[in-house]
């Protein structure tokens, strides 16, 4: 079970910091993802991270966004700095086993999901 935290209300050019919990399973021995849906738009790839620590982002969240696990927590996080109105969105954190696959950008792909965390960017 993954539980996602941490969203909230900022102004533009804030940061927010959304966790990622996993219970149940050992998140190191998995790959994960965040993804992010506004109203009335489909879900989209934000960032990704291999259980090695590789990480990928989408282009309208590089330098902008940081992906990152700590093991000993259980935890995937996704830190967001300058964030801009355009980022509000729901953001799920997902898993795949036993790591990323070549189509990390799909949600398809994953085989867990959170429950979404609502992030809200104020102009």
């Not at 795949?96 to 609502?118: F, I, M």
Request: positive net charge.
């Amino acid at each position: 079970q993954l539980q996602a935290s941490g969203g909230g209300l900022v102004q533009a050019g804030g940061s927010l910091r959304v966790s990622c919990a996993a219970s149940g399973r050992t998140f190191s021995s998995y790959g994960a993802g965040w993804f992010r849906q506004a109203p009335g738009k489909e879900r989209e790839f934000v960032a990704a991270i291999t259980r090695s620590g590789s990480t990928y982002y989408a282009d309208s969240v590089k330098g902008r966004f940081t992906i990152h696990r700590d093991n000993a927590k259980n935890t995937v996080y996704l830190q967001m700095n300058s964030l801009k109105p355009e980022d509000t969105a729901v953001y799920y954190c997902a898993a795949k086993d036993p790591n990323l696959s070549s189509r990390y950008v799909s949600e398809t792909s994953y085989d867990y999901w959170g429950q979404g965390t609502q992030v809200t960017v104020s102009s």
